[in-house]
């Protein structure tokens, strides 16, 4: 059996690759920006990641601009440094703040699965947790993350190029486990959930989403050829009866459903700093549908305990 040393050794080998390696030269030159140009800096981790640099001169924030235009790709957001506005794909304000009133963070170890660029991890740091560590295999989203912690610097912060199947070798036992926007690409949602349940503390906490079908029975979708509003490797969209019953079935209790709602291209749209398509390319002209003929996406949010 692999150590947690080995695998990440293995995984940071992506950092290594032809198309990250300049990716990565890029953001190692914001060393060179002058010490003082950084001091006195504050933060405000509300809609937008908002950093402040008031000493900042415009030729470091046009240095910093062309470094984060190098990580385009931005798929959550939005980030602010000064006049800099990066406008991510995704909105990702919007399910946070759906999240926000269900979650207790105070002194808590945190997890957030699929972390992306660390979004999350940066609004979670306003209720002050004990510790976050954030899990994604994409080195994409480690240098984003990278980038603007570069900034903030905060020591509570931790991002690791792992997945969901990894966190068994963390050997922690996690307060609270975020997992939003990952079971409908995994082939076996419910050894994945029951994974986040044996990674919980004994009255710890889990918050999931999926995008679900609409109906009472219990079934889930199967997408062929494994797309999805041209999503690749999607497995199992389920209803929300479904959909509580993987959580149920791997031991959790008291679970709150705590909103369903369609995805609207005011949460994921195109921007200067997105992919050229996004979700109005995904979808029929009414859309009622993804270009596959499925139901447009909701999702589905659920708290559950251990």
């Known amino acids: 059996m692999q150590s947690l040393k080995e695998i990440q050794a293995k ?15 890029s953001l190692n030159s914001l060393q060179s920006l002058p010490q003082n140009e950084l001091g006195n800096a504050t933060f405000s981790f509300d809609d937008f990641i908002d950093l402040s640099l008031p000493n900042l001169t415009e030729s470091s924030l046009h240095h910093i601009t062309e470094v984060a235009k190098t990580l385009i790709p931005w798929r959550k957001g939005p980030f602010k440094i000064n006049s800099l506005e990066i406008l991510s ?14 979650l207790n963070l105070q002194n808590k170890i945190i997890g957030d699965i699929g972390c992306n660029n660390g979004y999350y991890m940066f609004r979670m740091l306003k209720e002050n947790p004990q510790k976050i560590i954030g899990l994604d295999p994409m080195p994409l989203c480690k240098l984003q993350f990278d980038f603007m912690q570069f900034f903030i610097q905060d020591s509570r912060l931790n991002f690791e190029l792992l997945g969901i199947e990894d966190l068994p070798f963390l050997d ?10 990952v079971l409908y690409h995994r082939k076996s949602p419910i050894d994945s959930i029951k994974t986040i349940y044996n990674s919980l503390k004994q009255g710890g906490e ?19 050829n494994k797309r999805y509003a041209k999503m690749p490797n999607v497995y199992f969209i389920p209803t929300l009866k479904t959909f509580i019953n993987w959580l149920e079935f791997c031991g959790f209790k008291e679970i709150t459903h705590i909103a369903t709602l369609k995805t609207g291209i005011d949460e994921q749209r195109k921007t200067p700093w997105s992919n050229a398509e ?23 949010y ?3 305990k251990k």
């Open 11 to 25: 995984r940071n080998l992506a950092l290594t690759h032809k198309h990250i390696a300049p990716l990565f030269e």
């Open 206 to 224: 889990a918050v999931f989403d999926s995008i679900i079908i609409e109906g009472n029975d219990e079934i889930a979708l199967c997408p062929r």
């Open 278 to 300: 996004s979700l109005e390319d995904f979808l029929t002209p009414d859309k009622t549908k993804t270009i596959e003929g499925y139901p447009a996406p909701q999702r589905a």
């Open 89 to 102: 794909e995704w909105n990702s304000a919007i399910k946070y703040n759906i999240l926000e009133p269900h």
């Open 302 to 304: 659920l708290k559950a």
């Open 172 to 181: 922690i036992n996690f307060d609270i486990l975020l997992c939003l926007g």
